[in-house]
């Protein structure tokens, strides 16, 4: 049976076939995870930040989909040169807006590019040892989300590993 292709716009289309800023950064500041690396859908997230707290360079690797591509590629352009501070206040809203939107399937891929800026800034104050009033002592709506993904992964993939003991 053939599944019918997501009705992705041209400018997702565009972006996944040159994202902008992908690749390792060898001279990153701080490095942030997001996703599991068993079910495939995993971003990496570089940035690199000035004494000031701003965000000189950003770039990513991602093992995700079309949509987290885009949307990782979008994350990255909208920071660069940006204060920490807000870098921090951008929403999945904002991302999937500036993406054109996306099928709402694909919502929770844009949420994962921003779960993982949002580890990479919150990794970044942890190893400064600094706690800005910004910075929300609470994990995020985005935070949440990836780590969710990540346990539901975790589950699905021991599932299949019983499965395959049997
Ligand atoms: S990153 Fe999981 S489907 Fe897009």
Redesign the pocket.
Known sequence: MSRAPLPYNPKILELFRNPKNLGKMEDATVTAVA?NPSC??MIIFYLKISDEDVIEKASFESY??A??IATSSVVTEMIKGMKLEDAWKISWKSVVEAVGGLPSV?F??GI?AVGALRRAIRAYCKNKGVSPTWLSKEQTFEEKQALEEEELAEILSRRMKVEEEK
Do not use: E, F, V
Request: charge should be neutral; hydrophobic fraction near 20%; aromatic fraction near 0%.
């Open positions: 996703g495939g859908d995700g989909c949509a987290n694909k929770h891929c994962l």
